[in-house]
Every structure is written in C-alpha cells, then in structure tokens.
RNA sequence: GCGGGCGUGGCGGAAUUGGUAGACGCGCUGGACUCAAAAUCCAGUUCUGGCAACAGAGUGUCGGUUCGACUCCGACCGCCCGCACCA
C-alpha cells in the first residue's frame, strides 16, 4: 500500500493559489507604454443567474490565451464584466415580482462567484455592468454625440404588437403568429422609432473586412453577404391610368424584356393606398402582417400574391403592359420595396409565376445552347450567356447588356444605375424598462430637446410597476413629465430604452479606463486598443459583431476614438451540447433526473418509468440538458473541468458533454501529481548544470527523453499560437507518457527528469493553472508559474537524424523505409527499388517513374 | 426560403494543408497488483478473411482531376448556426 495513493486535493490547492494570484496583484493590468500590449477579451456574458459550460469553455480558452501571453512577456489585458441589461430580468419581474435590479446584482454576485471558482486570470479591478449608473451614463453621452453628428436619428417603423397584453414583442416572443404569454394573434404595428445610421459606413464596414486577416473567413463572408451590396438599376415604371411611377430596384436589368409582372410589398405606400378601397387588398395586407416583423417567418411562409388591379407600363413599350401584385415575399426594408419578376432567370419568380399563369419568357440563353428552342422548365436558368428575345439587346453578354439597358433607362429618364445594400440602419428603440435611457426629451413646443450633458445619467427610476401590461417608464407618471430643458414647458421623457446591443457595442472600449468620467480615455484607448484576441460564440458572427464595428466607427467619426476596426483578431467557438431527455408525457427532463436501469434503458431515477432518449443539442435552459459547471468543480476542481473543455474537440467545433470525459481529463490531472510532485526517482536539482559528458543529441533513453521535451515545447507553442487546444492537450499526453517510461535512475536521467518535469508544468500552466501552481511550487520554485516566461526549445533537438519514408507501388503503401534525413534523391531511390517488396510488386516490369518526395515519400508506378 | 458551416473507427477527434488515414483520449477486451473492490500499471483494439505472416476494403453518397485525394472540383444526402426586438 502506498501512502502517497491519496488523490490530488484540489479543494485546498486551488483555493490556496488563488487567494495568492489575488493577494499579489498578478493580473492587474497597467499601461506600461514601453512593453508590448496583448488585450484578450471573451464575450462579456449576460447575468442569466448561473454560468453554463458554454461560459466555461468560452473563459478557459481566453485564459489559456492570456496567461500564454503573459509568460511570452506580454502586457496582457484580460477583463471581466457583465451584460446586464435585457428581457429576463423583466420576464423575472412580471412573472415573479422580483426587482429587475436586485435579481441582476444578485445572479452577478453568484456568478461571479463562481466564475473566481474557475481560477481565470482577469482584472477584476475593471469590472462593470452594463446596467450601472456609472456605464449607462457615458453610453447617454455617446447617444447625445451620435445625435449631434446625424448618426442617431427618429422615423417610423414596425413593431410586433399584441393586442391583448398591449405590448411589443421580441422575434423570440412571437411563437407561430401568436404572443407567447396571452397566445393572441400578433400585428404589425408602427411606431416611431429612434435608429442608428449603420448605412452611413455601410461600405467601410464592408472594405474593412478585408483588413480583417485574422477573422475566421466564414464569419467576413456572413458579414459581407449580410452587408450585401449588389449593383444595378432602378427602373421607374409609369403606371396605367395614374401619374406616379413605380420605382423597382432590381440587380438584373438585362432581363427587362423577361419581365412578366411587378410584385410591391404589403406595406408599400401604393399597397396601403389601394387597401383603403379594396377590401380584398386589407385582408391580405392584414394576413401579411400576422407573419410579425421577423424575415425568416415571411421567407419560409408560402409565397403569395394579389393582384392589384394597377398595370405597369414596360418603359420600351408603352403597349406592354405588366399586372402589379401585391406580394408577401417582397421586403418593404430592402430596395424600393418593390420588384419586377422575371420568371425565366429568377427561381422565385418562376414559382410565383407557374402558380398565378404568368408568362415565362427566357431572354438568356446559354452559351452553346439553340435560342430558338431554349426554354425554361422547373428551374429558373441564373447563369451567364447570350441575350435573346430582346430587341436591342438580341446578341448581348450578360454584363454588356445591363450596361446598355441602363444607359436608354437614364437617357430616357426611366431609372439609373445605383448601388444597394442590404444593411439596414439599426433600430434601437425598446419599449421596455430594464435598458439605458434614451436621453431625449419631447416639448411640445421645441420637439426632440437632448437632455444637456449636465442634466446625465437619466436613471432608470426604481418604483415601476409591472402588473400593467406595456413599458413600465410609459406608465410611471412623475418620472415621465418633466419641463423642457430648451423652453422650461412641460415635456415628456422619451420612454424608449436602447437595445441591449449597444451596450455590448462598446463595452471593450470602456475597459480600457473603466472608471473615468467620461466614455473613454484617450491614452488608455490608443495604448490597449484594438482587442488583440476576440473569442465568443459563432451565433455572434453578424450581428454582434457588426454593431460593434459600426459603433467604433460612430466613436471615431465623434472624436472619442482613433480607430477602425474594434476586434484584430476573432475566434468563433462551438457550443457546449447534450443530449436530450423526455418523458412519457414529453416533459424535458435534467440529466441528473435521468439513470439507466439494469436493462440499460434510460429511465426517470425517481419514478423508474421510460424516458425518451433526444439526440445532443446546445445545453439550454428551456430543455434542461444542462450540467452545472459548479457541480463539475466541486467534484472534480476547476483544472479537471478546463481540462475537459479543452481536450479533444476543437474548440471551434460543438462539443459534446461526456461524464466519461469528465473522467479521463480527472485522472490526466492526478497522474501528473502522482508523476510530478510525488516522483520517487532521483531528480536533479534547480538550474543544475548537465551532467559531464552528457551528449543530448547522442543515444540513450534520458536523450530519447529530452528529445521529446524539446519537441513537445515546439508543437504546443503551435498549438496554442492557433487555438489548437486539442492538440496541445494530445502532445501534453504524449510528453508525460514519455516522461513516464524513463525508469533509469542515472546521472543523466536524473538531470533531463528536471527539465522534463519544469516543463511539462509550464506547458499545463496555461490550462490548468492551480495544479501547475502546485507541482512549480513542489518543484522547489518560491515565485508563481503565472509571472514565470514560457519555456523554449534547443532547435538542434527537434529534429530527428532519421526519417521514416513511405514506400509505394502505384500509389499503395508496399512498406516503409528508414533513411538518413534529406538523403539524396538517387540514393533513395535505388534504396527503394532495392527493397524485396518493391521488387515483388513491380514483378519484372521497368518502372514507369519514380516519385520521389523529400523525407516523405516513395512511389514506384510501373 | 436566403446566407454561412460541418460530416473520418463503438465514441470525441489527429493527419506537417495533395504524400504511411486513425496521433491523443474515452470505451471495450485480456493480464498484473489485491482476500476482494476501487485506484494504478502493462498489452491489444478501423472493418472483412486468416492461428499468423499477410491480403482486400475504408474518411456521408455518387462522379471527376492526379503518380498519389480525408484534403482539390461537380452533383446529391444529413446535421448545425444566423436571418436585424433572445443574448
């Protein structure tokens, strides 16, 4: 029996090591403008009222990063804070009648409990909420400077309402057209709105992507579709009968002659005009507009139409006359809000026009192909060729065509050439409580009055009510009527709060002096920005992002930053997944409910009866697949629970929640005590020279040893350079399983044991900082691994002497072949062909060619 | 519907970016230690055939390029993320 069998005790070690990162200050960050920054910054989470394993994942990869950076001689910024504003807190209010604030500060103070329980090294001294006075303040000081600059602005737009609670609704709120809480049928409703003009950089945003070379590609692709500038032209139809014009934007102009009918949206002026007097009209206006405002809800729904009565006139022939519907797929936000359909080289279109009788024109035919017999037939031909029944434009390439159909529009001043863009300006208006102020006020007499900077913050005011359906400031009558700040008569506070986007859109920004009295600090700003190393979850990847990229630009462009781009570099990682369990009446189920029963079936623990097995979704509340990472930690300490979230699967991809993983990452941790801290072979002493004679790159199993050391420090170092956790958890493992078969007891082993055990701690630092704390300290070290600098390795011992070269014949491995590195190509060469294998399988034949690739590979092809 | 991505053993994944497919871990099987169990250690583990040496097949499906394809190209299937008021 050994004594030393008793497992590694995390509670006391990482409680111990922590209290001492602490007590010594070792992640305070200081501008120190003569060392090199390195800002690392995870997406702030929301105080929901526990971490997840999603916060967990996301946090440890951040702090891997940045204890990484720091023991490369970094100046690492890596701070913490909370986004705090949002719906839960109100839905805890209506439903539970807590106080929105003191149910956020109280899941903060929770949650930042347990996030100190997972041992990351952030600078809590900059920590803040979005929802303190001391944030929103500075955050109504930069709305006011938009405002100034013609970058926040106030128009009509829609809104979901339902009209029994006399509420607008979330996208998320509206469930199959109805409100999720009274289950009425949800409209669309107008309202005035405050908007942020995005637009205003719509194509900075969109060139700055470029700049972007340490974004993920897919994520500048999303964003640049999602921008979506498409060139092309404007044609302003004349209308049969009336004096205005239809002005349809569409990116194919050289398919005019295709045309076969116009399709405006429900919500056009012209639409709403008509409804007035054709009740036909309002009904499918009024049935468009219970899909809500979400655009996924009117691109999935069936494609529909009705016509109008109105006929459009083809601007080169005025006997050509065009049926205009009303469409419920046709966008009032992009473009004109109204299209002209060509069937024949519009997928949508051909569906719409098989289903109303429409005529199916082809006016492109591709290349190669007979245009008199071209025809179309379930699917819409999108591709390039030669234009055809077309007038002037019979015999046209696609792009001369476009160009030459825009210029007779222009000439005959029937529409132009324009750019547009899918981006949208940002709608920030919430008619909600729990956000900032949107500190303006309406007179009267003067109309939208700014409060004046000295009059900020607007404070949220504590006694409201949420027993009344509707916005709680709308209702509150003391704190809404106030005098104008302009003429002094009575005026009422705009009751809209800011979307809890734009407080996440520069909240990086303020952690650079995040208790200044003003937005920002310009040394601080221009010493620690741009965030070096972004990292949050990929359902980020648009919108996010995108805010946040505009905002930086709506702070440079008022003065209060000196920069583009916000985020340098950006990962996107995958989420925290599980699977899902039911029960006999469909009711979701936590995995701690669940057990298998002897027949190793899954059933209810407390009830014994079946439970329905789902496939591993993202963890989530709402369907209780969820593992409590606290309950993680306590059983198996902070280090396992990092280990586990960054072993095996990249950390860009979803992860799967195994108990068995759990496991194997709790053994990994205590082996390496067991092999580190409580060794019984002889170990070398700190800093002690190499034994005399010791040749390192010489034979043996202490260099065989060393070897690996020196290799395992390169590849790790790669790894982590690339977010390949994984992997440097793998070449971790491998390290340590040849540190364990180095059984001598020699001199010479016993010197390369000390660099192998110092620099396997400083390898696990980064990951499992508590236990490399303790094996530093068993290792005779007095200071912290965490202000200790990262290993590096002897080039000259990385690269082996020999190589392993593939053998094969006709592109089949036959063998392999070792060989002196980078031997000559001749040699190789007849060492292959000299091989009895090789030989074999040529069978006689004179060999055809002899690929021969450097250290790598042989192929005989006979 | 539109945009973006992913798919490799029983499982998570690796593969120097066109060069030995399956590193590392989980699980499983056998063994050692133990009165026994746990823990630990050792060995094996893609599939098919074979005692074995070995042979054949194999990276979602079908086809293509290449001396050589998990990697590149085309079509298809399945799953995931986003779609502007969830955060």
């Not at 620690?528 to 805010?547: F, N, R």
């Not at 399988?841 to 021969?852: D, E, I, L, S, Y």
């Amino acid at each position: 029996m050994h004594f030393h069998m008793s497992r590694y005790s995390f509670k006391d070690i990482e409680a111990r090591w922590q209290a001492r990162w602490e007590s010594e200050q070792c992640f305070a960050a200081t501008e120190e403008p003569s060392r090199p920054k390195y800002y690392v910054l995870e997406m702030f989470p929301y105080p929901s009222g526990r971490i997840h394993m999603g916060h967990v994942r996301n946090y440890t990869m951040g702090d891997v990063v940045a204890r990484f950076m720091r023991a490369r001689g970094y100046n690492v910024l890596h701070p913490m804070g909370w986004d705090a504003f949002g719906l839960p807190a109100e839905n805890a209010a209506i439903e539970r009648g807590i106080d929105p604030s003191e149910w956020t500060y109280g899941n903060i103070d929770t949650m930042r409990r347990q996030l100190k329980a997972l041992g990351l090294s952030l600078d809590w001294s900059r920590e803040f909420a979005t929802c303190d006075e001391s944030y929103y303040h500075q955050q109504q000081k930069l709305f006011l400077a938009l405002l100034r600059n013609g970058l926040a602005y106030r128009r009509e737009s829609w809104v979901n309402w339902d009209p029994v609670d006399h509420t607008v609704l979330a996208n998320e709120q509206v469930v199959d057209g109805r409100g999720w809480r009274s289950g009425a049928l949800i409209e669309r409703r107008k309202l005035n709105q405050w908007f942020f003009r995005t637009t205003a950089f719509s194509d900075s945003l969109l060139e700055a992507l470029q700049t972007l070379d340490r974004w993920p590609e897919r994520v500048k692709l999303m964003q640049q579709n999602w921008i979506g500038r498409s060139e092309g032209a404007c044609v302003l139809f004349r209308l049969k009968g009336r004096d205005d014009r239809l002005e349809v934007f569409t990116t194919r102009p050289d398919t005019l002659f295709g045309a076969s009918f116009c399709a405006i949206s429900p919500n056009h002026p012209i639409t709403q005009a008509l409804a007035e007097s054709d009740p036909r009209l309002a009904d499918f206006i009024a049935r468009c507009n219970r899909l809500g405002t979400s655009e996924e809800a009117i691109e999935t729904a069936e494609k529909e139409g009705i016509d109008t009565g109105l006929r459009a006139l083809h601007p080169f022939d005025p006997d050509w006359e065009l049926p205009v519907y009303a469409a419920n797929f046709v966008l009032m936000e992009y473009g004109t809000g109204a299209i002209f359909g060509c069937p024949a080289h519009d997928q949508r279109d051909l569906e719409f026009a098989r289903k109303y009788g429409l005529p199916v024109v082809p006016v492109v035919a591709p290349d190669g192909s007979d245009p008199a017999t071209f025809s179309i037939g379930d699917e819409a031909y999108t591709g390039d060729g030669r234009l055809i029944h077309s007038r002037f434009l019979d015999g046209l390439a696609v792009p001369e065509a476009k160009a030459t159909v825009t210029q007779r529009l222009e000439a005959a001043g029937d529409g132009a050439g324009t750019v547009s863009y899918r981006l949208r300006d940002w709608g920030i208006s919430r008619q909600r409580y729990w956000g900032c102020p949107i500190p303006v006020v309406h007179c009267e007499r003067c109309g939208v009055v700014p409060v004046p900077e000295d009059a900020l913050p607007v404070v949220l005011p504590r006694d409201v009510r949420f027993d009344v359906p509707g916005n709680p400031l709308d209702h509150h009558e003391t704190w809404k009527h106030v005098p104008c700040p302009a003429c002094g008569g009575p005026a009422l506070r705009e009751t809209d709060t800011m979307d809890t986007f734009v407080d996440s859109s520069w909240y990086f920004v303020r952690f650079c002096s995040p208790h200044a009295d003003a937005p920002v600090v310009g040394s601080a700003a221009a010493y620690w920005l741009p965030v070096d190393q972004y990292i949050g979850g990929i359902e980020h990847a648009i919108l996010h992002l995108l805010y946040a990229r505009f905002f930086t630009r709506a702070m440079a462009a008022t003065g209060y930053l000196d920069l583009e781009e916000p985020f340098a570099g950006l990962f996107t990682q995958g989420m925290v997944c599980h699977e899902t369990y039911r029960d006999e009446a469909g009711k979701w189920l936590f995995p701690t409910e669940v057990t298998m029963n002897d027949a190793g079936q899954a059933v209810h623990a407390a009830s014994g009866r079946p439970v329905t097995v789902g496939r591993s979704e993202s963890m989530s509340k709402s369907k209780r697949n969820v593992v409590d990472p606290e309950t993680i930690i306590a059983t198996y300490g902070a280090d396992t629970a990092r280990l586990f979230m960054l072993s095996d699967t990249p950390p860009d991809r979803d992860l799967d929640w195994s108990d068995a993983g759990v496991e194997g990452a709790w053994r990994f941790v205590n082996r390496l005590w067991r092999m580190v801290a409580e060794t019984e072979l002889p170990m070398a002493a700190r800093d002690a020279p190499a034994p005399e004679g010791f040749d390192p790159s010489g034979p043996g199993a202490a260099q065989e040893t060393l070897r690996a050391v020196h290799k395992a420090i390169n590849d790790v170092t790669a790894d982590l350079e690339r977010f390949g956790f994984n992997r440097a958890v793998a070449r971790v493992r491998e390290l340590t399983n040849a540190v364990a078969v180095l059984s001598e007891a020699d001199p010479a082993a016993a010197w390369v044991r000390r660099q192998a055990f110092e620099t396997l701690t400083q390898l696990i630092g980064p990951m499992m900082p508590h236990l490399g704390e303790a094996l530093w300290e068993a290792l005779g070290h007095e200071t912290t691994l965490a202000t200790a600098a990262w290993p590096t390795a002897d080039p000259a011992l990385v690269v082996d002497d020999t190589v392993t070269i593939a053998v094969q014949v006709n592109g089949k491995l036959r063998g392999t072949l070792e060989l002196p590195r980078d031997a000559e190509e001749g040699d190789v060469r007849s060492a292959v062909l000299s091989l009895p294998v090789v030989a074999e399988f040529v069978a006689g034949r004179t060999p055809r060619r002899v690929v021969v690739v450097r250290n790598r590979i042989v192929n005989v092809v006979v």
